[in-house]
């Protein structure tokens, strides 16, 4: 290991599925500049694909790799590396104990990402390798990350990601899930094609004009170099009709025949096989582009990146708010949402939660909550106008929000769906007591903000906020009648005070047109 210049080095660890990686970098000049990265080999994956759950000889293996990397971690005075895992743990449902084992064995403290959370990082460092590519900046670009347990798939519209989906399928989960049926069936490229089909044909993208096509992940860097992709600069141009040729020559071969013909082991042919099918299934997309970028990036540089630039909390919180709001504005306008209405009262509740932020004491992270919960409030009516809530609440719970785990999702399920307000509501009633809590408060201030638009007509302007002992006075102007407004207000008010102890009073001044 190169230990030159390792001062303020920061490292991250990734558990994968078939390996363990670790990289050791420092901030130089405003750049992350890797100093070391190094990987193990472990064998998760037919633990966690087939079985479900990690064996405690695969927890050894994990413990004996992590001891390795920490000593290695002394000679750059890191102590305490950030651990992270997506697939090798999310997916397995002994994860809260092997966590636990960890933490026993090796002392250190792993974040479980969930898929959302995982690619929220890859995009954000797919998006910075692609910022000198003049042909992502017109019309829309689709982005996919083909991950070895899942595949994350974007829409980026003059930089911002307006679409997400992350589908829990990846070349090496489809290699270890079918490989079963892959042994007993001479051709099983047609079933697998017919698998990829009926999966991705659950996409539809067919609102968005994609102008470019960037892939990325497993195997990317063997792909790229078989089909004779030209690398300038970090990003590898690979010609689609060059990857369509790949993939036909190889498509009825077996791992053995693929091995032999390019010079790999049987392993990585296997792993190619299915990583084709899945990056071949993602052109179906984008008919009439003709060139793939591919930028190689990695988990732990995006962590990384975060971890030591100064201004990490605010930039990251930035990144997730801009890109999380537009991918729930889209599926809000799939839904019909009534978007100024849900901006109001997005900024009602903002504005709400900023001036009660002695009172509430929650994190400022937990003010997106409000946000996307007034983004998506309306959705369930598209479903039924009798039931909007209760279909509101199911509708947001099954998304995939960008950058949210699946905790926050619930979240703003819960308060979209206003089901905080029933405490015998099986959902809020399973969680703990200190989410029940959370969740009451971000619902109170969420109900009020609501209250102030009910009529849909944004009938309230020069709206003020402020605390006044144990009161909570908003004043506005209007030129419209406000019954409608102040009913509800006063409903939602009684919750308000229960949760805070504080009595809210609109007072709304009447001006004369």
């Known amino acids: 290991m190169n230990k030159k210049g390792a001062a303020n080095a920061a490292a991250v660890i990734e558990i994968g599925t078939n390996n363990i990686s670790m990289r050791v970098a420092q901030l130089s000049k405003g750049e992350v500049r890797t100093l070391d990265y190094l990987k193990y080999p472990v064998s998760l994956d037919h633990d966690v694909f087939e079985t479900g759950a990690i064996s405690f000889n695969g927890l050894r293996q994990l413990s004996g790799a992590l001891d390795k990397f920490s000593e290695a971690l002394l000679s750059y005075g890191v102590e305490k590396p950030r651990v992270v895992s997506s697939t090798a743990l999310l997916e397995a ?99 697998l094609e017919e698998y990829m089909d009926t999966v991705l044909g659950r996409m539809n993208l067919s609102g968005f004009p994609i102008r ?33 040729g790949l993939y036909d020559s190889v498509r009825a071969m077996t791992a053995e ?47 990384l990146r975060y971890m030591l630039s100064p201004k990490a909390d605010s930039e990251w919180a930035d990144f997730l708010r801009e890109n999380a709001l537009a991918c729930a504005g889209t599926m809000a306008g799939a839904f019909h949402c009534d978007k100024n209405h849900s901006r109001l009262i997005g900024e009602y509740a903002g ?8 009172i509430h004491g929650l994190e400022p992270s937990k003010r997106l909550i409000l946000e996307l919960a007034a983004t998506l409030h309306s959705c369930g009516s598209f479903v039924s106008a009798r039931q909007h809530s209760r279909c509101t609440f199911d509708i947001i719970r099954g998304m995939d929000i960008f950058g949210l785990s699946s905790k926050e999702v619930l979240e703003v399920a819960l308060v979209a769906g206003s089901i905080s307000n029933n405490l015998n509501d099986p959902e809020f009633a399973a969680l703990p007591v200190r989410e029940q809590i959370v969740v009451s408060k971000l619902s109170a201030i969420f109900q009020l903000a609501n209250a102030m638009d009910k009529s849909h007509l944004e009938k309230l302007k020069n709206v003020k906020m402020s605390l006044e002992e144990d009161r909570v006075l908003i004043k506005a102007q209007s030129s419209s009648n406000t019954l409608l407004e102040r009913w509800d207000f006063e409903y939602a008010a009684r919750f308000f005070k229960e949760v805070f102890g504080l009595s809210p009073e609109l007072s709304v001044k009447f001006n004369m047109i």
């Open 93 to 191: 449902r002994n994860r809260s104990l092997v966590v636990d084992q960890l933490k026993v064995r090796n002392n250190l403290d792993v974040s479980v990402l969930d898929g959302s959370q995982e690619k929220a990082y890859i995009f954000s460092e797919l998006k910075k390798s692609l910022a000198g590519e003049p042909s992502v900046k017109t019309g829309c670009t689709l982005a996919a990350y083909i991950g070895a347990g899942s595949v994350g798939l974007a829409v980026l519209d003059d930089g911002k990601i307006v679409y997400f989906q992350n589908i829990p399928i990846g070349a090496l989960k489809l290699h270890d899930v079918m490989g079963d049926l892959r042994r007993g069936a001479e051709d099983f490229h047609y079933i």
């Open 212 to 244: 470019s096509l960037v892939l990325t992940g497993t195997q990317i860097n063997l792909i790229a170099k078989l089909c004779g992709g030209r690398q300038i600069g970090p990003v590898f141009h690979i010609e689609v009709q060059k990857l369509q």
């Open 257 to 303: 025949g693929i091995a032999l013909r390019y010079g790999i082991t049987e392993g990585r042919a296997a792993l190619l096989y299915t990583a084709l099918f899945i990056y071949r299934g993602m052109i179906r997309f984008s008919p009439d582009v003709q060139e793939i970028l591919s930028p190689p990036v990695d988990l732990t540089q995006a962590v």
């Open 351 to 358: 504005k709400l939660f900023d001036k009660l932020k002695k």
